[in-house]
């Protein structure tokens, strides 16, 4: 999964690790990839189950589970990535859907990262769109019992 052993991922709610998410998802999506604040904050957050991705003590990565089983805003710093954090978000974020009775759950995917997420069993469907100017792929894993 990950060849760090000081890789820990944690979760809870906007309130308790919005600080450093937000701070992630500005970094990489806003800097980065130039999407607008205005696309990015899209109000969802305080309603979400969000992911924080630790690497020797510091914030690199995270991700958020919505209520209805999107997962969205996976984002690993530039720096960080290529060392599983990505892979060790979503197996948080798809267990946590599974814990919460979930019988799939369903994402967005830029289409550069559609081999990562096929990786971990998530199939594309309907047709390329663009979100935030950026082309995307809506993408679904069924959770097994």
Do not use: K
Not at 17 to 37: C, T
Not at 75 to 85: D, F, H, K, P
């Amino acid at each position: 999964m990950t060849r760090d052993s000081d890789l820990r991922v944690i979760h809870g709610d906007w309130q308790t690790l919005g600080q450093a998410a937000a701070e992630l998802r500005r970094r990489v999506f806003v800097e980065e990839q130039h999407v607008s604040e205005e696309e990015e904050w899209d109000g969802q957050d305080p309603v979400c189950l969000h992911f924080l991705a630790y690497l020797a003590g510091q914030p690199v990565g995270t991700a958020r589970l919505l209520p209805d089983g999107h997962i969205g805003r996976v984002a690993v710093l530039a720096q960080a990535r290529g060392r599983g954090i990505g892979l060790a978000l979503m197996h948080g974020a798809i267990e946590a859907a599974r814990l919460q009775g979930h019988d799939e759950v369903i994402l967005a995917a830029q289409l550069h990262a559609l081999p990562f997420y096929e990786r971990l069993g998530f199939r594309a469907y309907d047709q390329e769109f663009l979100d935030a100017g950026i082309p995307h792929r809506n993408m679904r894993l069924t959770l097994s019992a």
